[in-house]
Nanobody
Framework: QTQLVESGGGLVQAGGSLRLSCAASGRIFSSYTMGWFRHAPGKEREFVAAISWSGDGTYYADSLKGRFTISRDNAKNTVYLQMNSLKPEDTAVYYC????????????????WGPGTQVTVSS
């Protein structure tokens, strides 16, 4: 059973940066595509970014390209989300997830989820 635990969330002012981490344990992390989603109050859970098992392929929500960067370190079983130029509308609970499917943008495409980490951006 793969377990995922996010960290790095917190309160930041608009224009600031945060780096989220997601540590994986259990099954072979390096064979999974890893994704980040976010869920803001009153909204659907939203795809943020994903990275292939090798790290060679990265995918982003169009609205977040240029501000967010996903990366992974398979030796550390960890995936990261660097978030720059944060805006109040980025406030949400951020989740990492793992999948071995080719589809990556819907929450139902993923098999394993972390409990989430809160990111709050103040104006």
């Amino acid at each position: 059973q793969t377990q995922l635990v996010e960290s790095g969330g917190g309160l930041v002012q608009a224009g600031g940066s945060l780096r989220l981490s997601c540590a994986a344990s259990g099954r072979i992390f390096s064979s999974y595509t890893m994704g980040w989603f976010r869920h803001a109050p009153g909204k659907e859970r939203e795809f943020v970014a994903a990275i292939s098992w090798s790290g060679d392929g990265t995918y982003y929500a169009d609205s977040l390209k240029g501000r967010f960067t996903i990366s992974r370190d398979n030796a550390k079983n960890t995936v990261y989300l660097q978030m720059n130029s944060l805006k109040p509308e980025d406030t949400a609970v951020y989740y990492c997830a793992a999948t071995r499917e080719l589809r990556i943008v819907e929450p139902t495409d993923y098999d394993y989820w972390g409990p989430g980490t809160q990111v709050t951006v103040s104006s």
